[in-house]
Nanobody, 117 residues
Framework: QVQLVESGGGLVQAGGSQRLSCAAS????????MGWHRQAPGKQRDMVAV???????NYGDDVAGRFTISRDSAKNTVYLQMNSLKPEDTAVYYC???????????WGQGTQVTVSS
């Protein structure tokens, strides 16, 4: 079993920046993608960003150009650099890992990001 531990959430003013980190508790075997989703109160959980082992990235329309995802596979860690934050970015952010070719999906416990106007 893999546990994902997120850090870096908190309160930030609109226009500011914040960096989230997510570390896996152990090495993950096989090919896997890492990413972030977010869920605002009363809304569904949406994809924010994903990154493959080869470094290919994909972003949700709402964050493209403002957020950057990166990973350090040697440390089993994924990062989310968030710039030009808006109040509508306020949500609980969840990191996840999907092992390609399996049904193995792991989720973090979530970290709250609050952007004040």
């Amino acid at each position: 079993q893999v546990q994902l531990v997120e850090s870096g959430g908190g309160l930030v003013q609109a226009g500011g920046s914040q960096r989230l980190s997510c570390a896996a508790s152990r090495r993950i075997f096989g090919l896997y993608t890492m990413g972030w989703h977010r869920q605002a109160p009363g809304k569904q959980r949406d994809m924010v960003a994903v990154i493959t082992g080869g470094g290919k990235t994909n972003y949700g329309d709402d964050v493209a150009g403002r957020f950057t995802i990166s990973r350090d596979s040697a440390k089993n860690t994924v990062y989310l650099q968030m710039n030009s934050l808006k109040p509508e970015d306020t949500a609980v952010y969840y990191c996840y890992v999907h092992v390609i070719g399996t049904r193995e999906d792991y989720w973090g416990q979530g970290t709250q990001v609050t952007v004040s106007s």
